[in-house]
């Protein structure tokens, strides 16, 4: 059984960082690609940023603006993201998800095989 578990969220103040973490297990990631969204109260889950699982491949939201990083390590098949310069606006429900093969610039939520419950993250002023 597939699971993707996020942690790392909390509440920071504005200008902080946070380095969120995504935990997943039931079966090999090898082939996957892994991404993160969010989700903002009164708006559509969007993309933020895909890590090819082997190779490291990544792509990024142009909002992100060199302020998040998103990383892998495969000893502990865990996907990380690194969110630095953080604004109000950033606050949202941050969730991982899963795609099978390489879908490293695929954005739509839609496409994605598994989604672990999300995190919260709050940037206050």
């Known amino acids: 059984q597939v699971q993707l578990v996020e942690s790392g969220g909390g509440l920071v103040q504005a200008g902080g960082s946070l380095r969120l973490s995504c935990a997943a297990s039931?079966?090999?990631?090898?082939?996957?690609?892994m991404g993160w969204f969010r989700q903002a109260p009164g708006k559509e889950r969007e993309f933020v940023a895909t890590i090819v699982w082997t190779g490291g491949r990544t792509y990024y939201a142009d909002f992100v603006k060199g302020r998040f990083t998103i990383s892998r390590d495969n000893a502990k098949n865990t996907v990380y993201l690194h969110m630095n310069s953080l604004a109000t606006e950033d606050t949202a429900v941050y969730s991982c998800?899963?795609?099978?093969?390489?879908?490293?610039?695929?954005?739509?939520?839609?496409?994605?095989?598994?989604w672990g419950p999300g995190t919260q993250v709050t940037v206050s002023s």
């Open positions: 039931g079966r090999s990631f090898s082939s996957y690609t």
């Open positions: 998800a899963a795609a099978y093969q390489d879908m490293i610039t695929v954005r739509a939520p839609s496409r994605y095989d598994y």
